[in-house]
């Protein structure tokens, strides 16, 4: 690969608008191959009538993920319009997986306004987003996990009627809880079996990591980064990284929610999904034994009928 240029995804290219792409001539040099203001015409891509690989140049990175994320937001809306749970869910997927794929500054801003439409159209069609929740994942992936943690801490803002700007605080910490695993070996976090001390402790580290990441994004609001901090401590201290008590009214949220999404979702192969009322009755022996908040359990709990 040429120094100071990436390669383009084929999946990607058609939402190239603003971002030149390159080719590589005669093997030595990229030249331009479609200038800014211009697309790469749908029925070219589709019938194979371009280079094999493209090329956009390293410092148009992010500003080539935010156009893709400006597409896929667009699509969304129109995914939202047309009642399609299965359809919202897969443009959710693109875009999460999109951000994901670079999380940082720049990039991670971008699903702020995937929130800021989902929070709208909830208000028109609160079922469109409840049924995300019924819409089956084949595979289970950080990204499916961060969309349905996303789904259930909409529908229980919702439903505890908080303000707009608490709304989206709570969905979008909710999306990005667990970015700091994209910092963390995929092979250990879909590892088939019980995982040793030692590599338990490296997973842990995505608390801290996405608490990183997040502090140096510019959202406003502080929440989001604490949210990714402390969704894996307990009330009672025995949580991580810190042991802490004092946990953000919002990471208390996410951390319920957290659980209870990976309990009810087949995360891991050793084990088989729950249904939600075995669930919320296993959790139960967290609120008891002062691990969780009983309020949001209850909310939560309400939330789901
Ligand atoms: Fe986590
Ligand atoms: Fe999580």
Redesign the pocket.
């Known amino acids: 690969m040429m120094r100071g240029y990436i390669q383009a995804k084929k999946t990607r290219l058609k939402f190239y608008k603003n971002i030149p792409l390159y080719y590589q001539a005669r093997g030595i040099k990229l030249m331009l191959y479609k200038p800014s203001g211009k697309t790469i015409e749908e029925i070219r891509i589709e019938k194979g009538l371009l280079p094999d690989k493209l090329y956009i140049k390293q410092e148009d990175k992010i500003r080539g993920i935010q156009e893709v994320q400006k597409v896929f937001n667009n699509q969304l809306k129109e995914d939202v319009r047309s009642k399609n749970p299965e359809k919202i869910k897969e443009t959710l997927v693109n875009i999460v997986q999109e951000t994901l794929a670079e999380p940082r500054s720049g990039s991670l801003e971008g699903v702020s306004e995937t929130i800021n439409i989902l929070v709208r159209e909830y208000t028109k069609e609160s079922d469109v987003i409840k049924n995300l929740l019924s819409v089956s994942d084949k595979d289970y992936s ?1 990204v499916m ?2 969309i349905n ?1 996303m789904a259930l801490v909409l529908n229980y803002a919702f439903h505890i009627n908080c303000s707009l700007a608490e709304k989206k605080v709570l969905g979008l910490s909710a999306l990005l ?2 970015v700091g ?1 994209t910092k963390i070996d995929t092979k250990l976090l879909a590892a088939p079996r019980r995982l040793t001390d030692e590599e338990f402790k490296e997973i842990k580290r995505h608390t801290t990591l996405g608490y990183n990441i997040l502090n140096k994004c510019n959202f406003g609001n502080k929440e989001i980064s604490l949210s990714a901090l402390q ?2 401590e307990k009330m009672d201290g025995s949580g991580y990284p810190n042991g802490t008590t004092r946990i953000s009214e919002v990471a208390q949220v ?1 951390g319920f929610v ?1 659980c209870y ?2 309990l009810t979702n087949d995360d891991r192969p050793y084990r088989n999904a729950m249904d939600p009322l075995r669930c919320l009755n296993l959790i139960k022996q967290d609120v008891e034994s002062g691990k969780f908040s009983r309020n949001v359990f209850e909310k939560f709990a309400y939330s789901l009928l």
Do not use: L, Q, R
Request: charged share 30%; net charge negative.
């Open positions: 950080t996990h961060s943690v809880h667990d695993k969704h894996h996410i957290d999404e990976a």
